[in-house]
């Protein structure tokens, strides 16, 4: 993803987003082939990397007229997702599915729009996912370490080994780590000769096993005890309300 400022282009090639082009807007932005108007308010509260520097009247693409707009090189739906947060007409309500958030995610992600980010995240724990694809866009987005200890943790204790598909998802470096746990929390005395591994952790309890996964994975200790705890109970909470 990447940002394009090229010098001039011909208004009549460009069509008005049917939605999110805001008559009160004073940010204009190109986004193949549409064009977007609006706050520049939201934008420079919340993102340190998505717009130029601000007010440079020597820019070609100032981003204060349709005629000299910022052309934005991204899928224009994830882009109205992202605007979706924004301009969300419930406030507080967010509905939206695990593919519009992950999007969502991506994009605040990539340009550093932080409240967003964790509205993302947030909703995003409300939701039932396959334990991999959390890993996988959780890691992608560099969600904080915090909510990846519990979701590790679940691979380490559960009865199946991960699969060929799994193992690819989410690394060999993942891999080698949740297997050599799995081996230790089954196995904490090798005996001699070796005796047949049980399929559960053997005396270790939740938070032990959450300290275990945060050393191994070089994570600083405290991501044992924080918001990954609370993203399980919420999780719990949404799943049974």
């Known amino acids: 993803m990447s940002r394009i400022n090229s010098p001039t282009f011909s208004t009549q090639r460009v ?12 940010l204009h932005l190109l986004i193949r082939g549409q064009l977007f108007r609006v706050h520049s308010y939201f934008f420079d509260r919340d993102s340190t990397k998505f717009l130029p520097v601000p007010n440079c009247a020597h820019l070609p693409n100032r ?10 090189d ?16 419930t406030y507080s309500l967010y509905d939206a599915s695990i593919e519009d ?4 995610l991506e994009l605040s992600h990539e340009w550093s729009f932080t409240q967003a980010k964790r509205l993302a995240i947030r909703e995003l724990e409300k939701l039932e996912m396959v334990t991999v694809e959390r890993i996988t866009l959780y890691e992608k987005n560099q969600v904080p ?35 050599r746990l799995r081996e230790q929390l089954r196995n904490p005395t090798p005996s001699l000769p070796p005796t047949p ?13 959450w300290r275990r996964v945060a050393e191994e994975f070089g994570y600083p200790v405290e991501a044992a005890n924080g918001p990954g705890a609370c993203a399980v109970l919420l999780r719990f909470i949404y799943l049974f309300d």
């Not at 069509?15 to 004073?26: A, E, F, L, V």
């Not at 909510?147 to 199946?160: D, G, Q």
């Open 15 to 26: 069509t008005k987003h049917p939605k999110y082009y805001i008559h009160s807007g004073d």
């Open 63 to 72: 981003g204060d007229s349709d005629e000299s707009p910022v052309v934005v």
């Open 74 to 89: 991204v899928d224009p739906v994830k882009f109205e997702k992202l605007l979706w947060v924004f301009y969300n007409p």
């Open 101 to 104: 958030w992950a999007d969502i």
């Open 145 to 179: 370490c915090e909510f990846l200890v519990p979701l590790y943790a679940e691979l380490v204790t559960r009865t199946e080994m991960l699969s060929v598909d799994e193992a690819q998802a989410i690394g060999l470096p993942a891999v080698i780590v949740v297997c």
């Open 197 to 209: 591994m049980p399929s559960t952790p053997v005396n270790f309890n939740q938070r032990d096993i």
